[in-house]
Every structure is written in structure tokens, then in C-alpha cells.
């Protein structure tokens, strides 16, 4: 049992780390909760019976968790992060794992000076969309992908910290970590050229709630990520290839397959292409389901096998996102 501490017991913290830690007994023990808020610290002592801390800087020294969860609001993630590997521990944060790329070299200079693990939370990963997505690629059905577009949209608003930027709120950070990094799954060569285009539209605060970034690859793929705060429902993906389109609304992907002629007349206005269609349903959670992610950290933790984020990939997306903004700002696109 892996002797498991969790700091930010709240909205998230106590449903989709503190339920797997919960649920899986014989790879994790919970034995101690840190929360300021005391109402937290209450339905956490009621639910995992353990000593409970308001300063996390105590557990960690009273309690030398071996492993510590972190699902506090975004600014604190990574000095959080550094002190719990700096205690020993090894350390799962949540995303965003950092509000910025230095913040993100911090984090991995504290985990290779302590030898410790280091586990970016990128749950999208595991998507269900995601992974069928890639095996309806990998077959060729679509040929040769050269388009890849991953939207969200809602008018549900928000009021809380979300909304402010000094607590790492704004919805790069908030949405970035699912949408901007779930599509780039399903590209091969890195991205080159960035551009954001972030606003505000009908959210309080200084955090932006509406965002567009749209991604360029060495290879000439172009990957467009959006979070629509004030629209109806778009396609969740659309990915254009040579030979056919994906395209995902609701539960359902629909893939359309063009049959091209072996060759054109000269003279000839247009081909006559025939589209064939087949859709196949979602079988799973879009972003990721925590207890089939928790087992992996499991034997994650016990070096069994690989933690599905490298470092590097990490931080490759946190300087993507400091380059969408700087984009955003400078109203141009931004070289990596
Ligand atoms: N799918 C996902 O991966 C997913 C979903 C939701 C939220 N999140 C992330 O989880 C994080 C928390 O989001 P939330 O919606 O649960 O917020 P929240 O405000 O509900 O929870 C944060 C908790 O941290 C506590 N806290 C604040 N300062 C603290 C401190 N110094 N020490 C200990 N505890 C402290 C707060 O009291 C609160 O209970 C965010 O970074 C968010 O991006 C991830």
C-alpha cells in the first residue's frame, strides 16, 4: 500500500483522486487530508478517518507521505509540487501542473535532485474519443491527416477563482490541458508556429473565458483547439484527411470515406467522388476515467511500468501555452 497524502480537498480533489484512493485499498492507503477550508477538513476526517492538516508544510514533515496528491487552485500546483518532492514524497499534480513553463523547469529540477516521481495529470489522455480516434487514423481510413479541430462549447458560466488570473484561473490554463494537448495525440511531428487569440466574453473577472489556439507541425499538420463559451454545440472534432473526414457530434463519430478516381479527365470541371459513411459510438469517458488512470499510477509508483506523461511532453505543453498567450497578446503567431 502506497502511504498517500492529498492537499486541496474541494470540487475536484474530493471526487476524482480522493474516490480512486478511496476505491483501490490494496495500492493506496490515505493518511492524511490538507485543506485551509474547514468544512473540507470535516467530510474529509468523516471519510478517510485520518489526521487532518490546514498547513501542508506540517503534514508533510509530520505524516512523510510517500505519495502526495495535489488538487489545490492552479497558482499554488507547483511550488506545492516542489515542496512535497523536496519532503521525500513522490508527487501527482493536477493540470494545469504549472501556470507557466519556468514554473514547470522548477518542478523538474526539484524531481531530479530528489529522484522522486513527478506525475503531470493529463486524464484526456485516456479519452475514449481520443483513443478510437487514433485507431480509425492508424487503420488509414482517412488517408493522409492534414486537419485536426477539437472544440468545446457552452454558455455555462462561472463565478469562482476559475475566473481570476492571480489564482491561475482563465480558461488556457483551465481547458489547454485537455483540449490543446488531446489533439496533438494524433500528430506525429512537433508543433512549430502557435497562435491564440484569447478573450473574454461573458465570464466575470480578468480570466479569459474564450479561446482559440491553433497549432502548426514541422509536417504541415494543422491542429485548431477551441474553447466556445458563448455558442451552441459544435462537432467536438473534425480531422480532415486525404481520403476522407472524422467528425465526432455527440456520442457518435461519423466516418466519411472518399472513394477518389484513379485519375481525371483534363477536361473534366470536378471528380465525381463518392463518400461512403460509418460511425461507430463512444464507448467511454471523453476525458479520461480516473479508476482506470489510478491502477497505472499504481504500478507507476511502484516502477512497474512508465507514467503515461513524460516530463518533457509536459513541459513541451506548458511553453505551448505561454506561447498561445504571448500570442494573444502580441497578436501574432509565435515561433517555438
Ligand atoms: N478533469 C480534471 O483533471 C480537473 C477537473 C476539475 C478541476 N481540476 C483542477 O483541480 C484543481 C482544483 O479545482 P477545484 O475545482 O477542485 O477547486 P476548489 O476550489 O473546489 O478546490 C481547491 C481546494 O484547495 C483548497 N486550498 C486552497 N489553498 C490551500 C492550501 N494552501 N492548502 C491546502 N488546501 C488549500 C481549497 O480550500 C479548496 O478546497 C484546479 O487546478 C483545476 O484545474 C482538474
Not at 492507503?29 to 487532518?52: S, T
Not at 484561473?169 to 489533439?183: A, E, K, R, S, T
Request: proline letters at 5%.
Amino acid at each position: 500500500m502506497i502511504r498517500t497524502a492529498i492537499i486541496g480537498y474541494g470540487r475536484n480533489g474530493s471526487t476524482m483522486h480522493a474516490g480512486p484512493v478511496e476505491r483501490y485499498k490494496d495500492d493506496f492507503q490515505v493518511v492524511a487530508v490538507c485543506d485551509i477550508d474547514p468544512e473540507a477538513q470535516e467530510k474529509a476526517a468523516a471519510r478517510f478517518h485520518c489526521p487532518i492538516y490546514e498547513d501542508y508544510h506540517k503534514m508533510l514533515a509530520e505524516v512523510k507521505p510517500e505519495f502526495t496528491i495535489i488538487v489545490t487552485r492552479s497558482y499554488q500546483h507547483a511550488q506545492m509540487a516542489i515542496d512535497s518532492l523536496m519532503a521525500g514524497s513522490h508527487v501527482l499534480v493536477t493540470k494545469p501542473w504549472a501556470t507557466n513553463a519556468r514554473d514547470a523547469e522548477r518542478m523538474i529540477a526539484a524531481q531530479q535532485v530528489t529522484g522522486r516521481k513527478l506525475l503531470p495529470w493529463l486524464p484526456a489522455r485516456f479519452g475514449a474519443d481520443l483513443r478510437q480516434l487514433r485507431a480509425i487514423i492508424d487503420r488509414g481510413d482517412i488517408g493522409r491527416v492534414f486537419e485536426v479541430r477539437r472544440s468545446a462549447t457552452t454558455f455555462g458560466l462561472r463565478r469562482d477563482w476559475q475566473t481570476e488570473r492571480r489564482f491561475g484561473g482563465g480558461y488556457l490554463l483551465n481547458w489547454g490541458p485537455h483540449l490543446v494537448d488531446q489533439p496533438l495525440q494524433l500528430v506525429s511531428s512537433p508543433v512549430t508556429r502557435v497562435y491564440g487569440n484569447l478573450r473574454q466574453i461573458i465570464n466575470p473577472n480578468d480570466g479569459e473565458d474564450n479561446l482559440r489556439v491553433i497549432c502548426h507541425t514541422e509536417d504541415g499538420v494543422t491542429v485548431v483547439s477551441e474553447y466556445l463559451i458563448a455558442a451552441g454545440p459544435y462537432p467536438a472534432w473534425v480531422i480532415q484527411g486525404d481520403r476522407g473526414t472524422i467528425i465526432v457530434q455527440g456520442d457518435t463519430i461519423h466516418v466519411y470515406q472518399a472513394n477518389l478516381p484513379e485519375k481525371v479527365g483534363e477536361k473534366e470541371y470536378r471528380s465525381n467522388t463518392a463518400i461512403t459513411e460509418y460511425t461507430e459510438k463512444i464507448t467511454g469517458q471523453i476525458y479520461g476515467d480516473e479508476y482506470e488512470i489510478y491502477p497505472h499510477i499504481a504500478r507507476a509508483l511502484r516502477g512497474e511500468e512508465e507514467y503515461f506523461v513524460p516530463l518533457e511532453e509536459a513541459l513541451r505543453l506548458s511553453r505551448l501555452l505561454d506561447a498561445a498567450r504571448l500570442s494573444s497578446r502580441l497578436g501574432q503567431e509565435v515561433c517555438l
